[in-house]
């Protein structure tokens, strides 16, 4: 098994955008999903059935000096490297 690859850049047009991420693991997981810039907003946990994709919404606000990239990492309790998703606001 190798970790997974980091994907994107995924361009957050217009204030809003969504990752599609897949749930690779034979049963249901909750997964805890962070950014690491505070501008683009993401739901903490979502719960994603067996082999089913979802699509996670994620939301930019600017701010006067916050940068228009992020980082979206996707964990779980069955993965010690989480699923990195790059991000990037761009106008609409």
Same mark, same amino acid.
């Given at each position: 098994?190798?970790?997974?690859?980091?994907?994107?850049?995924? =361009?957050?047009?217009?204030?809003?955008? %969504?990752? &599609?991420?897949?749930?690779?693991?034979? +049963? !249901?997981? #909750?997964?805890?999903?962070?950014? =690491?810039?505070?501008?683009?907003?993401? %739901?903490? &946990?979502?719960?994603?059935?067996?082999? +089913? !994709?979802? #699509?996670?919404?994620?939301?930019?606000?600017?701010?006067?000096?916050?940068?228009?990239?992020?980082?979206?990492?996707?964990?779980?309790?069955?993965?010690?490297?989480?699923?990195?998703?790059?991000?990037?606001?761009?106008?609409?």
């Amino acid at each position: 098994c190798t970790p997974p690859k980091p994907r994107g850049p995924i =361009d957050v047009r217009g204030g809003a955008g %969504a990752v &599609t991420f897949k749930n690779v693991f034979a +049963t !249901e997981c #909750e997964f805890t999903i962070t950014s =690491d810039n505070p501008a683009f907003e993401v %739901a903490r &946990t979502e719960t994603i059935a067996a082999k +089913t !994709e979802k #699509e996670i919404a994620v939301k930019f606000t600017p701010g006067d000096d916050a940068p228009k990239t992020a980082k979206l990492l996707i964990s779980c309790d069955k993965v010690s490297t989480p699923f990195v998703y790059y991000l990037r606001a761009t106008g609409a």
